[in-house]
Nanobody
């Protein structure tokens, strides 16, 4: 069982930056693929960015060049660094963990077994 707790959300002006953190419980964290999804009001939850347990990363086109994902296995934590934020980035951001491929990042939410409670990111124009 893995428990995930996100933090770092908030209100930021367009063009600003935020860093989200996702702290995971459990000794097997290093073997899990991790990802961030987001869900805007009235829309489906969508994949944003992910990292395999071997360190392979994948970014949605909408965030390439602006968002970065990293993980610190010693701290059981994954980070989402967001720069050049846009109003369309406004959403609840969810951290997810799953026993996914070593060399590929899963982008389907059904590949992830554990989810955090979500943290709100609001970008004002």
């Amino acid at each position: 069982q893995v428990q995930l707790v996100e933090s770092g959300g908030g209100l930021v002006q367009a063009g600003g930056s935020l860093r989200l953190s996702c702290a995971a419980s459990g000794p097997t964290f290093p073997t899990y693929g991790m990802a961030w999804f987001r869900q805007a009001s009235g829309k489906d939850r969508e994949f944003v960015i992910g990292i395999s347990w071997s360190g392979v990363t994948y970014y949605a086109d909408s965030v390439k060049g602006r968002f970065t994902i990293s993980r610190d296995n010693a701290k059981n934590t994954v980070y989402l660094q967001m720069h050049s934020l846009k109003p369309e980035d406004t959403a609840v951001y969810y951290c997810a963990a799953g026993k996914t491929s070593v060399f590929r990042v899963a982008r389907d939410r059904r590949d992830y077994d554990y989810w955090g409670q979500g943290t709100q990111v609001t970008v004002s124009s």
